[in-house]
Every structure is written in C-alpha cells, then in structure tokens.
C-alpha cells in the first residue's frame, strides 16, 4: 500500500511565524500535492510538484511556497503564516496509470 | 479555478437508508472519482469512472458516470454506521493530468 505520511497531525503557531509542513511518500511517486481543505470549499490545490525541484502553482498559491529537494518529500512553507491560512492541510502522492490520488492524513494548522 | 458543483452539503439519515448525491459541472471531464474522508484522517479513493455512461459497484457503493462527461453521482444502498464520513466527487480535466477538481464535501451522518 502507498505511504503517504505528514509530519504533524496538528500544529499552533503565531501569525508572522514561518510554518514547515512535511510529507513524505514511500512510492517513488514523480506528482505531489497540497491542498487545504475548509468547511464548504472542499480541497483546493496550493502547489504541486511533478518533479525533482520541479513546482508549479495550484489555484492559491498565495503566501505559500514549496520545496522539492528529494523525489519522496514535498514540502509547504508558510513563509510568515497570517490567520487566515488556519485550515486542515493535506499533501498527496500521485500513481502512475488511473488517475488517483493518495493522501496523507492531513495537518490541522491553527494560527493565533 | 472551477469547482465542482456537490449536493447536498450535508445528510442526516437513518441507519438502513439509501444515500444519494451527485457533482455537477460546466466543464467536461475525462475522470470522476469518489473518494470518503473519515475524522482525522485523509480521503480515500472509492470508486474512479473512467468513461461517459460507466456505472460501477463496490460493494453497496455504485457511482456513474455522466453521459455528458458533466456530471456524476454516488449511491449508497442500506447504510450503516460506518458510512459516516465526508464524500467529496472530484474530476480530472482532459489533457491536463494534474488538473484535478474537488466538490465541496457531502458531509454524511447516519443515526444508528
């Protein structure tokens, strides 16, 4: 089965913080994924990665940035996080073949 | 970008009921899949539809896909306590693999 596993399951930090949200997965999967997920907007795509160093801007990439240094681990970075990026955080890994997606269990960030 | 159009938000049903819901779009899609999140954790793939009129079963689950490439719905016959979940539709867009879009959740409880 793949692996798709974030580093925190919950997290609290202060607005003006920089925020590491990890995610690595076990199955030499080239797409990864961010989304963040709110009550009535379903999953919206921050960043994905189809490669090595390799990024491209999902539909909000504002104040995010990522980092892809190795295949397994994608990386979000909430460059000086604000409240309004308080949300459940979900990074997946995409297989080859049909079309699907494997998520890891998400990330809760609070921002106070 | 475009989401997808999910009713209902939410259902509160009896243990034993069928279920309903559906994804509509303005947009045509090459891939409707169906996937279930439960508390605390990530979404999980159900069923993937791959062609216009495809209508396929897991288990109590059956979800079709529509003959416009438009729109898809998901059943769940005879439900059960442990159907309770977050159901989220989601489409891949053609020549666009990592063009995926969510509808906003069905959020599902069942009363025992």
């Known amino acids: 089965d793949v692996k798709v596993t974030q580093s925190s399951r919950y997290l609290v930090k202060r607005t003006g913080e920089k925020v590491f949200l990890e995610c690595v997965q076990d199955?030499?999967?080239?797409?990864m994924f961010w989304y963040r997920q709110d009550p009535g907007l379903g999953l919206r795509l921050i960043y994905f990665?189809?490669?090595?160093?390799?990024?491209e801007k999902g539909d909000i990439p504002e104040g995010y940035s990522v980092s892809r240094e190795k295949k397994e681990r994608f990386s979000l970075i909430l460059e000086s996080a604000s409240t309004n990026q308080t949300s459940m955080y979900l990074c997946a890994s995409h297989a080859p073949g049909p079309e699907k997606l494997f998520f890891g269990s998400g990330t809760q960030l609070s921002v106070l | 970008g475009q989401q997808l159009n999910q009713s209902p938000q939410s259902m509160f049903i009896q243990e034993g009921e069928d279920v309903s819901m559906n994804c509509t779009s303005s947009?045509?899609?090459?891939?409707w899949l169906w996937y279930k999140q439960d508390p605390g954790e990530g979404p999980v793939l159900l069923i993937a539809?791959?062609?216009?009129?495809e209508l396929t079963s897991n288990g109590r689950l059956t979800a079709q896909f529509g003959i416009t490439r438009k729109d898809s719905f998901l059943n769940i016959s005879a439900s059960i306590p442990s159907d309770v979940g977050i159901y989220f539709c989601a489409g891949q867009r053609p020549l666009n693999n990592n063009d995926m879009r969510f509808g906003a959740g069905t959020r599902l409880t069942v009363k025992p």
């Open positions: 199955m030499d999967h080239e797409n």
């Open positions: 990665s189809y490669d090595v160093k390799m990024k």
């Open positions: 947009s045509i899609f090459n891939t």
């Open positions: 539809l791959y062609k216009a009129g």
